[in-house]
C-alpha cells in the first residue's frame, strides 16, 4: 500500500503566498488533476539519483492526497484545447509549469525545510 501524503497538513508548512493571477484561458481548478500529476513524477524522481535519500524512507511507493501545501493554487492553462497545468503561489511570484516543475519544492517542504530548496525558483 502507497504512503498517503497531505502535502496541506500543518506539518509541511507551506510558503505559498496564495496570490493567483489568472491570465486569458486560465483557470483555477480542483487540486485534484495536480496532486496525480505530481505524484507520478514523484515516483519517476524517486527512480533517479536524486531520490536516494527518500526512497529509503518511502520505499517508491507514496500518492499525495487532500490538497496542495498552503498558499499554492492549482491553475490550468487551455489557450486551444491543450489542459496544461499551472501551480501558482511561489513567493518569488513564478509559476511552476508542471508537476515536475514542482517537484524539487514539494520534496524541500517534505524535508521540513532543513536544506536548500533545488526548485528553480529558489
Known sequence: MAAQIDLSAPIYQGDGTGNVILGANERIEP?????IAITHAF???LN???GVGLRVEIFYQCQFVGSLPAG????R?????RRDLRIH???SGR????GPDFVPHIVWLMRLRLDDCQCRFC
Open 31 to 35: 487540486d485534484t488533476e495536480a496532486l
Open 43 to 45: 515516483r519517476r524522481m
Open 48 to 50: 533517479g539519483p536524486q
Open 72 to 75: 499554492f493554487t492549482h491553475v
Open 77 to 81: 492553462y487551455d489557450p486551444t484545447g
Open 89 to 91: 503561489g511561489h513567493p
Open 95 to 98: 509559476v511552476y509549469i508542471s
